[in-house]
């Protein structure tokens, strides 16, 4: 199991050197974001604003966490299908966004995109979602809160176990996994 701090500068250089099948343990923090919360980032960037956060180096989680029971700091956080947010996820790449994390295949733009910026995309257990709560130490809304719990989150983790699914040189679990079962004749 591999250990990756994001709260480093060196990020872009680290995602480089995980690859696909690495078990990878993330602590630092991440961004929470699903449809409707892309949708208005996409939005201030057509408008030339800026993001609630900076982009650079930053690590979406596509989930939207139930709320926290009576003294939890969240409730469950599964994944979220990831490609709900491909249409959004090359210019995020583009402008600087180094990992995404969700579950499921995602299409070639978006693996292109990572190859292109030196990403990597991460899957999280899907139905997982209460063992993953327990790595979130801090949860602060940023940005539309009317989104419930659809609204952008930073989210402080410790030891979220992920794997890497899609790495930095477009090794793509979705594609090789299933090569490795395909019926031959």
């Known amino acids: 199991m591999k250990e990756w701090n994001l709260n480093t500068s060196e990020l872009r250089a680290h995602a480089k050197e995980i ?11 991440i961004y929470t974001a699903r449809d409707a919360a892309h949708k ?4 201030l ?20 966490p139930t709320q926290a029971k009576p003294g939890e700091v969240i409730g469950s956080i599964g994944p979220t299908t990831s ?5 959004f ?24 995109a990572i190859i292109r910026n030196g990403g990597v995309y991460f899957c999280a257990i899907g139905g997982a979602g209460a ?7 801090k949860v602060e809304v940023l940005a539309f809160e009317e989104l419930g719990c659809e609204s952008l989150k930073r989210l402080t ?3 979220m ?3 890497c699914t899609i790495d930095s040189e477009g090794g793509n679990q979705f594609v090789t996994g299933r090569a490795e079962y395909e019926v031959k004749d």
Do not use: H, W
């Open 19 to 29: 690859k696909v099948g690495d078990m990878v343990n993330l602590t630092g923090t």
């Open 40 to 43: 208005r980032l996409f939005a």
């Open 45 to 64: 960037l057509d408008e030339g604003k800026e993001l609630p956060f900076d982009i650079k180096d930053a690590v979406i989680y596509y989930a939207g």
């Open 83 to 87: 490609g709900r947010m491909d249409p």
């Open 89 to 112: 996820a090359p210019r995020l790449l583009d402008l600087g966004l180094v990992a995404m994390i969700g579950k499921g295949g995602r299409a070639q733009p978006v693996v292109d």
């Open 131 to 137: 063992a993953i709560s327990g790595c979130i130490k």
């Open 157 to 159: 983790i410790e030891n």
């Open 161 to 163: 176990p992920v794997v």
